[in-house]
């Protein structure tokens, strides 16, 4: 295990591992309630937490729409400005809700009964039928422990412990929870990521980020949660880009988007023979989530969630040079050099850390802390973007659903030049 460490990371990798393995672990005391979780064709009432974020509030609006009440979990002062934010979130996306469906609670995952009073939070208890946890901090440039009550570890690892607890209480609730494919790491012996919840044994080799690492403690969590008798359905999603319907892309939101934007404005693009990265546009990873996980006869367990193909450098610069912007490839050095003393309005200059070269087979590449390259990506014979035979299983229909990745590439472009 590689974790970027910084001086509040534990100073040894022995340290470290202790760590994760007690965060790894429920409380010996926790059990499920006594009345069984209800089927999906019998919900009435979800918990959505992580509501105003990326996917959060796309959720919220399929769920509404499908005609869910939603309980959104919101950190807030006060219920007047919580439902100010949220409607500016859901006109910037613009996205709608069934507002009638629509329910706000202030409160906070990483706190203990989900920061509410004991009252509320039992009533809640007895009313929600499932919970949908997207809340995480998602700052892959810091290490695991980094930040105190605001770190990764605290925020995503302690706020699922409370969201499973939450889940065990009073009548069982499903779980279908946001992973990320960065939480795999092991192979099949045909080079796909495995499509289980990490073993016992499994101690996260290779997983190299903070929030990697976050990711990677949630599922082994999740792996308990399903021990003591909680569904999980734990969907890994790829790079999650924008709205394929409207092209909307938040920029600050995106680290691919922005290396994709810097490319265009130096015209060049890195040699760096990386593998590509699955990307698919939230509305369309909103609903293959919940096609399955409303589906009474849907498997329950880790779903990879990738498009069929990946978006490599070379469909980059085709789908760029049909919007006339000629590019070229030149060495990884000569690129950085040009996006990082160039560029005036520099999307990455905050990340120029993330792109430190290396030396791999005698030519400069970025070094492996490059956000959005997966701790397996140096494996030769990894597989990112092939449709699982579970994916396939439990929705026969998900080809249909997918959208080629030029296509996604060309909205988002088309929309972004229409803008500027």
């Not at 203990?112 to 007895?126: D, I, K, N, P």
């Not at 994709?260 to 023979?273: D, H, N, Q, T």
Request: some cysteine; charged content about 25%.
């Amino acid at each position: 295990m590689n974790n970027l460490m910084n001086d509040s990371e534990p100073k040894s990798l022995a340290t470290l591992t202790h760590l994760l393995i007690e965060d790894s672990k429920l409380p010996p005391a926790m059990v499920i309630g006594d009345i069984k979780p209800f089927k999906p064709s019998q919900w009435r009432k979800i918990l959505l937490t992580g509501a105003s974020g990326h996917m959060g509030i796309h959720f919220l609006s399929d769920l509404t729409h499908r005609g869910f009440d939603v309980y959104c979990l919101v950190r807030g002062e006060n219920y007047i400005e919580v439902e100010k934010r949220m409607k500016k979130i859901l006109k910037t996306y613009e996205l709608t809700v069934t507002s009638e469906r629509f329910h706000l609670i202030l409160g906070d995952v990483s706190k203990e009964r989900l920061g509410l009073v004991e009252t509320e939070y039992e009533a809640l208890t007895m009313e929600i039928d499932s919970i949908v946890h997207c809340a995480a901090r998602t700052n892959h440039m810091e290490g695991y422990v980094e930040g105190g009550d605001g770190s990764l570890r605290v925020q995503n690892v302690f706020g699922l412990r409370n969201i499973i607890q939450f889940a065990a209480d009073y009548r069982t609730k499903p779980i279908i929870h946001a992973s990320s494919l960065l939480a795999g790491n092991q192979l099949t012996s045909s080079g796909h990521l495995i499509e289980e919840f990490p073993t016992i044994d499994n101690i996260g080799d290779d997983i190299k980020s903070g929030y990697s690492l976050s990711k990677f403690v949630c599922e082994k969590l999740l792996a308990a949660a399903t021990e003591i008798g909680i569904p999980v359905t734990a969907f890994r999603y790829s790079a999650i880009w924008g709205n394929s319907v409207t092209g909307h892309m938040p920029l600050n939101k995106n680290h691919g988007w922005s290396l994709l934007l810097s490319c265009i404005r130096v015209k060049m693009f890195p040699e760096w023979g990386y593998n590509g990265i699955p990307i698919m546009p939230v509305d369309v990873a909103i609903k293959i989530s919940t096609q399955i996980f409303l589906n009474d006869d849907a498997e329950t367990g880790v779903y990879n969630l990738t498009n069929k193909e990946e978006a490599t450098e070379k469909i980059f610069e085709d789908v760029v040079q049909e919007f006339g912007i000629e590019t070229k490839f030149v060495p990884y050095g000569e690129w950085k050099r040009a996006v990082f003393e160039t560029v005036d309005e520099n999307l990455l200059a905050p990340l120029l850390f993330l792109y430190e070269e290396t030396e791999v087979e005698g030519r400069d590449v970025p070094s492996a802390r490059l956000i959005g390259l997966h701790p397996l990506v140096r494996t030769e014979n990894v597989e990112f973007a092939e449709l699982s035979e579970k994916l396939k299983r439990n929705l026969p229909t998900v080809e249909s659903i997918l959208i080629p990745t030029t296509e996604v590439i060309r909205r988002h472009l088309a929309r972004y030049f229409n803008q500027s």
